[in-house]
């Protein structure tokens, strides 16, 4: 069941969540294709919302496609923009975002997109042709050059610093260090499939993507640029 405690459920789970959509969208923002007036940007895994409110607020000219498979969370972020206008008079002048209720896989959509962001939807997906799946759809809807804002939880090396990352982030959410592993856990979330930067690379080459370049990092949840080659 979705509520408003989801978000607070979030903010104490996934550590640096309060400014994660901020960071996202600001880097989008500064992106060549995106930056231009009127971009058209695809939220993929929208949830309940964060990174629209956040573009509305910086980037209210931008065209939004929100996408999500969850109609629960759908309702939620209409909601929460609802509520979100800091101007009003913007608001009102800014295009109207398109809803869809679907995975990004199922997408059906014109024009191409000139970037998107995919905060937190990728580590949900198994590594069994599911996490392929939405980056080569997430490609597709993608003009070449295009850059996507990918966030999630990964997976460390299992040694040395690294591994005290996972410690540290169970402490975080409250939790004591167990042995599992980390893709194994309990998650209030759902099951998460947290992949190594290496992985990730690889998945990124096989789906026409660039290398991630690193931007952020809030202990084993990492935030990555990556462009659409052509
Ligand atoms: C952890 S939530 C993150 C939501 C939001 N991006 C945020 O950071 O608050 C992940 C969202 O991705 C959605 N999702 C899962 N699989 C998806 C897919 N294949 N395509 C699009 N969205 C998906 C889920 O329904 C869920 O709302």
Do not use: N
């Not at 970037?115 to 597709?140: E, I, M, Y």
């Amino acid at each position: 069941m979705v509520t408003p405690a989801h978000d607070r459920l979030l903010e104490a789970w996934i550590p640096g969540y309060a400014s994660l959509a901020r960071l996202s969208v600001s880097l989008l923002a500064a992106s060549p294709l995106a930056r231009p007036p009127g971009a058209e940007v695809l939220v993929a895994g929208c949830g309940s919302g964060a990174e629209l409110v956040d573009a509305r607020r910086l980037r209210p000219d931008w065209r939004l496609t929100a996408v999500d498979p969850s109609a629960d969370m759908l309702t939620l972020a209409r909601g929460k923009l609802a509520g979100a206008a800091p101007d009003a008079e913007a608001s009102a002048k800014a295009p109207l975002i398109q809803w869809l209720e679907g995975t990004v896989e199922e997408l059906a959509v014109d024009p191409c997109f000139d970037g998107a962001l995919a905060v937190l939807v990728l580590q949900g997906l198994p590594d069994d042709g599911g996490k392929l799946r939405f980056l080569t759809s997430l490609a597709r809807w993608l003009r070449p050059g295009a850059q996507v804002v990918l966030v999630d939880q990964m997976q460390p090396e299992r040694t040395g610093m690294e591994r005290q990352l996972i410690t540290a982030r169970r402490l975080f959410q409250g939790r004591a260090e167990v042995s599992q592993q980390d893709g194994e856990e309990d998650q209030p979330l759902g099951p998460l499939h947290p992949i190594s930067l290496t992985r990730l690379a690889g998945l990124l080459e096989a789906t026409g993507f660039s290398d991630p370049v690193p931007v952020f990092r809030a202990l084993d949840y990492e935030g990555f640029v990556l462009k659409r080659l052509a």
